[in-house]
Nanobody
């Protein structure tokens, strides 16, 4: 398994930007697809974005397309989520996750097997 620690959350005004980071432990990070999910109070956890182990394939939820971008640096064992043009409805706890198995990428929680503890993002209007 991979241990994951998110950082970079905080309070930002609508229209602003934040970059989340997720640092992974373990020598096999580069073999895992990585994903970002978020959960708002009273709502289910939802998919935000995912990136393949090679970075050649990325997925984004329709609600964040054109505003959020996922990337990774395998040399640093880190995955990023660049969030621009933030809206109050983006307020949530953001979680990063590692693929359920080597190389596997998906868009559902079942596609991911290791999770970070989450970082709070709050967007004020």
């Amino acid at each position: 398994q991979v241990q994951l620690v998110e950082s970079g959350g905080g309070l930002v005004q609508a229209g602003g930007s934040l970059r989340l980071s997720c640092a992974a432990s373990g020598r096999t990070f580069s073999k895992y697809a990585m994903g970002w999910f978020r959960q708002s109070p009273g709502k289910e956890r939802e998919f935000v974005a995912a990136i393949s182990w090679t970075s050649l394939v990325t997925y984004s939820a329709d609600s964040v397309k054109g505003r959020f971008a996922v990337s990774r640096d395998n040399a640093k064992n880190t995955v990023y989520l660049q969030m621009n043009s933030l809206k109050p409805e983006d307020t949530a706890v953001y979680y990063c996750a590692a693929g359920r198995t080597y190389y596997h990428i998906g868009k559902t929680q079942a596609d991911f097997g290791s999770w970070g503890q989450g970082t709070q993002v709050t967007v004020s209007s």
